[in-house]
């Protein structure tokens, strides 16, 4: 695989693929020394057109642990700010000699753009509202862990999941959505008609704007993060109502059902959609997805850049 | 060669389709002499000897085409196109006339830059250069321009394209302002409220990529608010680059009510649709976006029942470091005046006459030029006439673009219908494909 943009382009053999290799950077984490050779003298640069210290931070200790030269491109310290196009910025860059670039930018398609302007290959770490391909791998390494079973076209059959929040402007919902149903999951997004995506009746999931009438039977709830700036958008009244109608509380919580997996991409908005420390849940599985985060991205470096692809080893 | 000579065209071999003739035309030879037709003889007469002799066999003569809508990008934006590189595109295109949206830099608000614009124009000499002038001061909305004034410099179609023109009162008092002027209100239909941060169209495929829609509603609010002023004030409405089908529906039901109402649909909204964006590429960004299938069928549809009068390019430069930007950093626009005959012979499924209609005389109505520009082709009448192959099939490539911009949606499709020559005002400006200034 050439680049890592998106889960369709992945598809379910490539996710199967990384599922596996995950299995494998696992355990090289438990490691002693979590440290081996694959990527030695490749250089890897964080492209960061938005700020995002967690996921940049994952990246580059993946990187490191396969041996991989990491660089960080900043936008805010770098010439983009002085006007600099998108087109010279990668071009710029990939002179230098680069194997892949990690891409963050709030804008939806830059990683397509970015790749028709250099050989290098592109990862990317977020692209506006539509894309985070290894969030949704990360969060389906961590359901299918959980429930113990093995990577396979089918590890998420039977799963029921419920995706509950900002689902309009989340590329983690996009991507999960595609990711959970490539791997025969049913998905359920909550969230009240303003801050659904435009047609959801073309996507593969039921809709409620009633997280009462599904939190009592799902396997997985997955509460995204709700952002306070859309307040000044009249997409919902006030944070308040939307705590009342779609945060997880003490109540909610009481009616999840034992084995029920609790989930969120970071960061948490305490007191929005979390009201409820996520340490008195039972089965709160948020910290595991920040520490399988490193193992999959791991798994997307090898496969991006690793021996076996020799379109880009050569 | 004397001065007389170097005044003087033929035009020989070819078909005559006009506003006079049936679908099929007339064969008939031309003569042209200081930029009018003197003679229209039957084939096989002999004419008087001319300077240049274009050959018209197996090709159609038409008025030479009228663009209402046209970004020549001078004053102000000279990076992305002049007026001379966008009169070689126009002129390459069969337009002998465009009208010259106003959002320049300085705005077309004032005699003194719709004055530049034209001399600009004429100084290029490749097709007559046609100003609009704004509808409000510096396009921004608030304050109406002297209407008369600009009327002075020949300014009939007045417009903010680019913006719309958001409070209802300032354009209830626009339409009834101008009632008894004569002149064209030429609105942009775009609630901003609706749209801001808009990259493509409001749908399906918007909602998988997940770039901020454009929501059809926010033409049709405006499209539906100018026609009811129109109805109680009198004032004269063109609805620029219809893009849905309700939008459709409206203007038809307000001509079936008699109103001053006239439309215009641009080539890429009948041609490509919102899956473009698939690619994530800027080029297909424009305003208002690509829309459905649906909709295209229902602009076909209204450029059939004449519904909509005009084929119009919407023709925006910009220079390829502007489109290399992210989505929504871009600016919106396409190339139009190289691409929109093949676009419309081709794609249409509308017989020649009838696209010859939208593309010349209909159009030149609109802009107020219908004196020199439309005409029949007949004896005394402006000599500013097209040469036609409609069969002809060639691609498109955005390296061999005249316009100084190269943003054409439409590199490396192949196309059906070339224009071969282009008389503008009496002069040959194009013979053979080639640009001859």
Redesign the interface.
Known sequence: MKHLRSIDELGVDGIVRILNLADHMVEVNRRPVPKVPALVGRTVVSLFFEDSTRTRISFETAAKRLSADTMTFSVSTSSVNKGE???DTIETVSAMGVAAFIVR??????P??LSDWTDASIINAG?????HPTQALLDCHTIRTELGRAASADCLAGVRIAIVGDVRHS?VA?SNIQAFTALGASVVVVAPRTLL????H??PVEVTSNLDEVIGDVDVLYMLRMQRERMNEALVPDLGEYSNRFGLDRTRATRLRAECLVMHPGPMNRGVEMMVDPSDLARSVITRQVSNGVAVRMAVLFDVLGEANSEVSS | MNGRDMNTVNIVGGRIVDSTTDAQGRPADIHIVDGRIAMVATPGATLPAAATVLDASNAVVSPGFVDLHTHLREPGREESETIETGSRAAALGGFTAVVAMPNTDPAQDSRAVVEFVREQGRRAGLCEVVPSGCITVGRAGEHLVPYAELMKSGVTLFTDDGNGVQDPLLMRRAFEYSSDLGITMAQHCEVSRLTAGAVMHEGSCCSHLGLPGWPAIAEELMVHRDIELVRITGGRLHVLHVSTARSVDMIRAAKADGLPVTAEVTPHHFTLDDESLRTFDPVFKVNPPLRTMADIDALKAGLRDGTIDAIATDHAPHADHLKEQPLDAAPPGMLGLETAFALAVGELGMDLRSVLACLSWNPARIAGIGDRHGRPVAEGEPANLVVLDPGAAWVVDRGLVASKSRNTPYHGRSVTGRVRHTVSNGRAVVIDQVAQR
Not at chain 1, 105 to 110: A, D, L, M, N, P
Not at chain 1, 197 to 200: D, F, K, L, Y
């Open positions: 196009s998108l087109r930018h709030k804008t939806s398609g830059v397509w753009q692209d506006g509202w539509h894309q590329r996009r995506p435009p047609e959801v073309t996507w």
